[in-house]
Structures are given as structure tokens and as C-alpha cells.
């Protein structure tokens, strides 16, 4: 890994709108619901040298996010891509269900299935986006769906952009989204379960699935759950 | 120079939520309100934000369910839409507001734009845009001010611009890049 210099995503003259580096949190500890995040306040920081950076939030749109990032300059870009997977095997399976009283009921392949659902999904101008907030996503996505999800994401990160991911040491106890409450700080709203936890991964695991972005850094916290940011 | 920054230990009980009662749910009907508590709401939300309620001003027009609507709409009365409209909406001067049952592909540029129905298209909002807790959009939103309701469902671009001055035309500044990042531009379809 290469992350021994801050990488420069635009020019200096962004430099204003810069969130000063990360440091000392306040000492008021945090609401139950609420996560201290290094990870969040390591990926402002690496973004914050972009004038009008252009950010993708792949959960749920929420006031308090949208307002965190256009309220400092950021242009915001939102898809609920786990809520959308589920659509789309819901969907996918009511055609099955369909054909088969037809007697067509050829199931697709997983990897078939990812593909599809990408045809559709995340369609954006390549190096579109300065940083991408994936929060926990990639634990409810198969193992053919989640590297052509990583695959897509490189492709529209532009270069010394970030995607901040959240992974779950062991199957989480319920299922959560998440929103942003102040620079270092994530708010876990409790939600009705969408997706099921598909997979924990192994910290090779995740070098390998982030392999085209050059460099990743990890925070652990108490509660096993590793932020991770990857540069590209 | 890279400095490690100072780390923090996140939180261990991120988890656990000893009053449940104050814990919002991603879905929760209770997310009605517009100005959520709990945390505050920097100036380009939007805090005083048209209500979504029914029109019941003679001044406002109103496609009714069951009714479409195919081509464009233009003038200067609010329009309140709870049937199905195709084309362009431009009211630059007035409020468009999508009921519940309202689904609209179209454009939309008014004044305020209320949404608490199904848009699939790009919205350009004079003063304000507000998404309530059953929207659903596809599409960029552009609007100097934006509030969203817990709920709600929005899938583009969403971007803050200037308020017009007391002197220009209420119509929506354009933004000061052309280019458009939202699904609705690169030709996704509708969930």
C-alpha cells in the first residue's frame, strides 16, 4: 500500500474550501446511534482539495448528507444501489416465476445476473466523481456481483478520488443505513432489512477486490466494524 | 506531506440504541416532519418549505387521478398534479406540486416544486425543491434551496444554485456547468 502522501485531486486554488486536517474529536461522546467515524473524516480530507468536487452517495438519500456536502460546495449524487439490487432481483425473479408457467424457467447465473443489473445501474461519465460513499453495501452484494461493482466504481472515480466502504467483521446484527451528521461523525439509522449479509471479508479479500485502486487505508473500531478508503 | 491525522476510537455502541423512541427509521411514517430534530439544517436546506397539503386555493389547477395529461404545460397558476402527466412542465413563477398518486415524466422548472409522488426527469426549482417521504425521482434536482423528507426516494444529481435577484426573472439560474451527472441524462430507466 502507498498511502504515505495525500494525494492531489485538483488544483490548489481549492484549497480554500479545504476541510482542515483531521484531528482531536470533541470530547462529548457520541449518541448511541451515532459512530465516530475516522474513515469519514480521513475521505473530507482527501476530497477537500476539490473546488465543487462532485460526490456519489450510494444509500439513501437523507437530508442531513445533502446538506452536509452542498453546503460546503460539493455537487451530490445519490442511488440507493442496495435498494435497487433488491428491485431488480425482485423484479427478476417475477419474471421467473412468470416463464416458468410458460415452462420457460431457465434461472440466470449470478454473474449474468450482476451483469444485468449494471446495464442499468451506475451510469455515469467515466472520473465522474472526486469521492464515492459506500458505506457497508459491498457485505450484501454475492461474490459475482461485488467485484463488477468495484470494477464500475473504478472507472468513474477520477484519478486520487476516494471510495469510503464500511465491512462488517461478522453478519451484522441488524440491518442499518447510514447518514451524515458533521465531519466525523455517521448517524446508523436502523432500517428494515433489504438485503441479507452476504459475506465478511478477509482483509486480503479486500485488497484483492479493491486491487485497481493504489492505495487503501483502515480504521477498526471497537464494535469490528472496518472503514475502509481506498484512492484510486 | 501527508500527516497521519489524529484517530479516533469510533464509537463500540453503534448498535445499541437505549431509547429506541428516538431513533429514526429509514421508512418510518413518523418522518413527516420536514425539519428533522436532532441535528441542524445548514442554510441551502430548506426549513421553511411549502407544505405538501392539497390545494385548496381557487388559484391552483389541478390534474386530478385518473386523468393524463400528454404535451406541455406552461403559465403562471400553481398546478397540482395527482393524475399522470408526459412532456414539459415550465412554471417559472408558481409552485408545482405532485400529489401521492401523481406520476409525472417530465421536466419540471417552477418557482417551488413539491414532490410527494413519482417523477422521473430533471426538476429546476426557482426557490425551492422539497421531497416528501413517498417520493420518488429519477432525475437531477437544481434549486437554491432542497429539503428531504426521511423516505424519500431520489436517485440523480442534486445541486444547490444562487436565488435569482429580486430583479431577474424568477426563473432558475443555470448552473455554472453544463455537464449532467444524473441517471435520468446518461439514459437509465426507471427503477
Known amino acids: 500500500m502507498n498511502w504515505t502522501a495525500k494525494p492531489r485531486i485538483g488544483s490548489a486554488a481549492g484549497a480554500a474550501a479545504a476541510p482542515s486536517k483531521p484531528g482531536p474529536s470533541p470530547s462529548a461522546p457520541p449518541a448511541a446511534n451515532h459512530r465516530v467515524s475516522n474513515g469519514l473524516k480521513e475521505f473530507l480530507w482527501l476530497i477537500g482539495d476539490v473546488p465543487r468536487g462532485r460526490i456519489l452517495d450510494l444509500g439513501p438519500v437523507w437530508q442531513s448528507t445533502v446538506s452536509f456536502f ?59 466523481f472526486h469521492g464515492v460513499l459506500a458505506w457497508d453495501l459491498f457485505d450484501y452484494f454475492d461474490a459475482e456481483a461485488a467485484p463488477r461493482l468495484v470494477d464500475r466504481l473504478s472507472t468513474l472515480v477520477h484519478p ?3 471510495v469510503l466502504a464500511l465491512f462488517h467483521s461478522r453478519p451484522a446484527e441488524r440491518f442499518h443505513r447510514y447518514r451524515i451528521v458533521d465531519a466525523q461523525t455517521v448517524e446508523l439509522i436502523p432500517a428494515p432489512t433489504i438485503a441479507v449479509h452476504s459475506r465478511v471479508f478477509q482483509n486480503r479479500e479486500l485488497l484483492d477486490l479493491f486491487e485497481q485502486f493504489r492505495s487503501s487505508k483502515s480504521f477498526v473500531g471497537r464494535d469490528q466494524v472496518r472503514e475502509a478508503l481506498f484512492v484510486k | 506531506m501527508w500527516r497521519k491525522p489524529t484517530e479516533v476510537q469510533p464509537s463500540s455502541q453503534p448498535y445499541a440504541s437505549p431509547n429506541p423512541s428516538s431513533t429514526r427509521s429509514e421508512e418510518s411514517p413518523k418522518a413527516a416532519s420536514f425539519q428533522p430534530q436532532g441535528y441542524s439544517t445548514p442554510a441551502a436546506s430548506l426549513g421553511s ?26 403559465g403562471s397558476s400553481d398546478l397540482y398534479i395527482d393524475g399522470d402527466v408526459t412532456g414539459k412542465i415550465r412554471l417559472s413563477n408558481a409552485r408545482v406540486t405532485v400529489g401521492p398518486n401523481g406520476r409525472v415524466q417530465a421536466e419540471i422548472e417552477a418557482r417551488d416544486i413539491v414532490v410527494d409522488g413519482s417523477v422521473q426527469g ?57 455537464e449532467d451527472l444524473s441517471p435520468v441524462a446518461t439514459g437509465i430507466k426507471s427503477e
Open chain 1, 70 to 128: 452542498v453546503d460546503r460546495g460539493y455537487r451530490l449524487s445519490a442511488e440507493d444501489l442496495l435498494r435497487a439490487w433488491k428491485d431488480f432481483l425482485t423484479a427478476e425473479e417475477e419474471k421467473l416465476r412468470t416463464a416458468a408457467i410458460g415452462g420457460n424457467n431457465d434461472k440466470l447465473s449470478p454473474a449474468v445476473l450482476a451483469d444485468k443489473f449494471l446495464e442499468n445501474a451506475l451510469q455515469y461519465p467515466e472520473k465522474s
Open chain 1, 160 to 162: 486520487g478520488g476516494a
Open chain 2, 49 to 74: 418549505v411549502p407544505s405538501s397539503a392539497a390545494p385548496n386555493s381557487s388559484n391552483i389547477s389541478k390534474i386530478s387521478s385518473g386523468l393524463k395529461i400528454q404535451g406541455d404545460v406552461s
Open chain 2, 122 to 178: 430533471n426538476l429546476k426549482a426557482g426557490e425551492s425543491a422539497r421531497f416528501g417521504s413517498s417520493s420518488r425521482v429519477v432525475g437531477s434536482v437544481l434549486s437554491p434551496r432542497i429539503g428531504i423528507e426521511d423516505g424519500a426516494r431520489l436517485r440523480g444529481k442534486i445541486e444547490t444554485v444562487r436565488a435569482p435577484q429580486a430583479s431577474k426573472s424568477p426563473s432558475v439560474e443555470s448552473s455554472s456547468e453544463s
